[in-house]
């Protein structure tokens, strides 16, 4: 079982950036696929971007293709969000995600293991 604790929101202005970490321990973070959701207040929660174990395939929403990347550092047991070009409507609280499987999954359902989340909010 592996244990995931996210960090780094916080408030930003538009058109600012913010770096997300999503933390794990009780197993290597390279036998998972990851991935970062969010959930706005009073909507669903909502896919942001996936990572395959090896890093090296990754799908993001359309909504944050080309300003959201993500990335996993093994040494640090660690996947991270960079998040630039940031707008209003990416405030939302951010959870990070695993899976023990290579394939790639959209749907929170299709995760075992959850991070507590961490706020972002993107002032206009």
């Known amino acids: 079982q592996v244990q995931l604790v996210e960090s780094g929101g916080g408030l930003v202005q538009a058109g600012g950036s913010l770096r997300l970490s999503c933390a794990a321990s009780?197993?290597?973070?390279?036998?998972?696929?990851m991935a970062w959701f969010r959930q706005a207040p009073g909507k669903e929660r909502e896919f942001v971007v996936h990572?395959?174990?090896?890093?090296?395939?990754?799908y993001y929403a359309d909504s944050v293709k080309g300003r959201f990347t993500i990335s996993r550092d093994t040494a640090k047991n660690t996947v991270y969000l960079q998040m630039n070009s940031l707008k209003p409507e990416d405030t939302a609280v951010y959870y990070c995600a695993a899976v023990y499987s290579g394939t790639y999954y959209y749907r929170a359902t299709q995760y075992s293991y959850w991070g507590q989340g961490t706020q972002v909010t993107v002032s206009s």
């Open positions: 990572i395959s174990r090896s890093g090296g395939n990754t």
């Open positions: 009780g197993r290597p973070l390279s036998t998972y696929a």
